[in-house]
């Protein structure tokens, strides 16, 4: 009698437990708000998403939202985007404000922007309030050497035919600041930039830098303009350090040219006193060879012994100081009174 009374417990609890399998594998809650909801989506394709390993709820909680707003997209529009890699909810956002706005964005545009990794929904919302990108500080340099610093305030507002594609802000950055730097560089003088600052804006304005971008410009404003360095007058100072560097390196080559030709002619000098105390010392063999051939008498000899003391008598007398020669020949007293 007890495992009989326990046999419709037993089969209760199987039966509960299998409900509670059945309801988490098939979305019937998800099925029941679609219907309530007025979408019409089979008990079927749910179970179908659920193996195909998609999340019922991406699909159609974006879905009842877009039936809601007025929109016209299917279920397997939404799953097609969401196994893609898409986000599926921030593109039916995107169009319900793009419809609002009355800006025309088809799904597929949408999708194709969210796949190619820009934010659709951000993209729309630019389009309808438009960005403000500010360029950091912005350096160049006027004909008349002054450095000009400027920072620019770009207002541009989403292109969405041409976020996929399209060049980012930092295009616009670097574009904006060349035309700055282009602007002020063609300047006759830093005072006609500070004086008119809209000639910068103007002028970079009508350069059309949004061409190949994801924006649209709509204004650039010069935000602020400051003097800087004078280039022109350290560029100045550089190049005539520059230049005295070279002219002492020159200078410097020329001296060392000149010592070298100095050492050349006391070499030379040298060897030329070498060659002539060689030849002296050859004198007296020369000599005595003369004397032994018979070349030469004595009395020649001694004529020139003669001639060269009288020589050496004369190189002693030549070299005497004025001084020692006025001791040696003192002037005549004047006679006494």
Request: hydrophobic share 50%; no cysteine; aromatic share 2%.
């Amino acid at each position: 009698m007890e495992i009989a009374a326990l046999i419709p417990l037993v089969i209760i609890a199987l039966a509960v437990i299998g409900l509670a399998i059945v309801f988490s594998y098939i979305p019937v809650g998800l099925w029941i708000s679609a219907l309530a909801a007025g979408v019409k989506i089979r008990i079927v394709t749910l179970i179908g998403m659920r193996l195909r390993r998609v999340v019922p709820s991406r699909i159609v909680n974006p879905l009842i939202k877009a039936l809601k707003a007025g929109l016209t997209v299917t279920d397997n529009q939404l799953e097609a985007h969401y196994l893609a890699g898409g986000n599926v909810d921030r593109v039916i956002d995107a169009l319900i404000a793009a419809e609002r706005a009355n800006i025309p964005l088809l799904f597929e545009r949408a999708a194709a922007i969210d796949l190619a990794g820009r934010n659709v929904l951000e993209a729309v919302q630019m389009s309808v309030n438009p960005k403000v990108i500010e360029t950091p500080l912005i350096s160049a340099v006027a004909k008349d050497g002054i450095e000009v610093k400027a920072i620019a305030r770009v207002t541009v507002r989403a292109n969405i035919d041409r976020l996929v594609g399209g060049a980012g802000e930092e295009t616009i950055i670097a574009r904006v600041g060349e035309g700055v730097v282009t602007t002020v560089g063609s300047a006759v003088n830093h005072k006609a930039v500070l004086e008119n600052p809209d000639l910068i804006s103007t002028t970079v304005l009508g350069k059309g830098l949004d061409s190949g971008t994801a924006f649209e410009i709509l204004s650039i404003d010069i935000a602020d303009v400051d003097v800087g360095r004078n280039i022109g007058a350290q560029l100045q100072t550089d190049q005539a350090e520059a230049d005295k560097r070279i002219a002492q390196a020159k200078a410097e080559e020329r001296r060392a040219m000149a010592v070298a030709r100095e050492q050349e002619m006391i070499a030379a000098v040298q060897e030329m006193r070498a060659k002539v105390v060689e030849a002296e010392a050859a004198v007296p063999q020369a000599l005595a060879d003369a004397l032994r051939n018979g070349n030469l008498g004595v009395m020649d000899y001694y004529n020139l012994q003669n001639l060269q003391a009288d020589t050496q008598m004369r190189d002693s007398i030549g070299q005497l100081s004025p001084k020692a020669k006025g001791r040696d020949n003192p002037s005549p007293q004047p006679p006494a009174k």
